[in-house]
């Protein structure tokens, strides 16, 4: 850590700041800071020390264990003893820091590597109490988030919050909130992409980026990412140094928009495809991408004996991700209680009239009526969480398993399954749905959904319903029937070499443009 922090055209002392760590957990932010307070040989009666540093911790014993290794080395200092236990007393909190009343205090620096705990492991009363607090504490997201909100409203006017941190808020849709406060009142210095690499001193599944962000809003951003931290890989991406790999933006990502890349160039090719092109549900008349069912207790509802024992006209042919192989379906004969009226998926099944479901669904009942659908609807405890929809059952559609590598599509082309909820699909009254599935196995369409979608270990990536909104591709209209034909004629084709080439040649005359021009503006995105 360097000695001296520049700060407005000149240099502070660290000892002359006020620096704020949300979470210290067992120190790693906060000893270092130490030791470049202990190194600028300060005068231990200077009262502004006590203003230094600010910690906080809910674990009594992270924050005993930090207090010890500091207490120890202000010893080594020659810090006198009355000093130590000022200093330790005014710098570490044993409270919670999204509730701590700051007395409008704020912080030149923000340091840190805020807490994951996810919404649902939140007590309800901590929940309440933090959503009443936190505008970007919505959609059940993780306690991170607010965490960087109240960060940075707590930062002074010169003040930098530098955080390592997961990245899922920049793309996920929970994170629009957030991205649009720091796009309206503060500015990204720094976005380091690490989703790929391991930075913590123990392996864990975070997905982690670093962040600068301050208050000089309209500045440019540096924005880049690495695969490691091997052989100085970190220094190498700072701003300034001959081999920094970081790409410069004159205008980072507006409103709640997705950090879809830290690419400059890539950014422009993705907003030209984006200008180009309709997303997939306005690319066609009556074009729809959705998701399927949630039972909210598929090891009752999906249970393996169900098939034997109950009336054979209440289960459901269910398809799920493993079922999708290839481009193909092999379905596993899984079926899905349904406990919808066979006629009007509106209604539940009247249980009188189905014994055997009736028995099966009141041996446990209790475990259903404890769910929230439930609870809600109480006259309808055996409901599913989500609601059988028969349009989508008989309804020719495309089925993408959730997470995967890409490409892999299939065509449930009788509508015969109905998908599992990792199962998402695409309908149309107007494409041949042949065509456009292979337009979604093509790379075109799978370096897009890469590009919106979060990034899983081992390069997976994320078909949500969200990410698939955010595709573009060629409108309907703008093919002809020699296009149509190409296309159908690849449909059960598997070289992605060979789809490419057909698809590039669609996307160019769609887009008006020459096929060398097209090649390189929306398939180099390597």
Known sequence: MMRETKRAG???????LRILEPSCGDGAFVLPLVDALVAESPDWHDTALEDFLTAFDISKESLSRVRKSVNAKLVDAGCPEEVRKRLLKRWFFCEDFLLHDFGGRRFDVVIGNPP?????????????????????FTERCDIYVPFFERSLLLLSKRGVLSFICTNRFVRSSYGKHLRRMICEDFHVALYLNMEHAQPFETEVSAYPAIYVIDRH???????????????????????????????????????????ITTDSAERKRLEHIADSFPTIEESGAGTEVGIGVASGADEIYMDPQTKAELEQSCLLPIVTSEDIRGGNIEWNN????????????????????????????SRNAEKLKSRYCAKKHPDAWYRTLDRVKYSTLRAAKILLPDIQQGGNVALDERGEYYPHHNVYWITSKSWNLKALCVIMRSSFVTNQVRRVSTQMRGGSIRYQAQNLRNVHIPAWSSLDAQDVDSLVCLYNEQDVAKIDICVEKVVSKACGRRRPRISEQCFDFA
């Open 116 to 136: 994951y705990i996810r919404f649902d492991n939140l007590a309800p009363e901590k929940q309440a109490a933090y959503k009443a607090r936190y505008s970007t």
């Open 10 to 16: 000149g240099f502070r002392k660290w000892g002359n």
């Open 334 to 361: 899984r079926y899905m209680l349904n406990p919808y009226d066979h006629q009007d998926d509106r209604l539940m099944l009247d249980l009188a009239m189905f014994p055997k479901v009736g028995a099966y669904l």
């Open 217 to 259: 809003v309209g500045r440019e951003t540096h924005a880049g990412e690495i695969v490691s931290i091997e052989g100085g890989a970190l220094l190498h991406c700072m701003t300034g140094t001959a081999n920094s790999s970081l790409c410069r933006f004159d205008k980072w990502y507006g409103k709640d928009e997705p950090w």
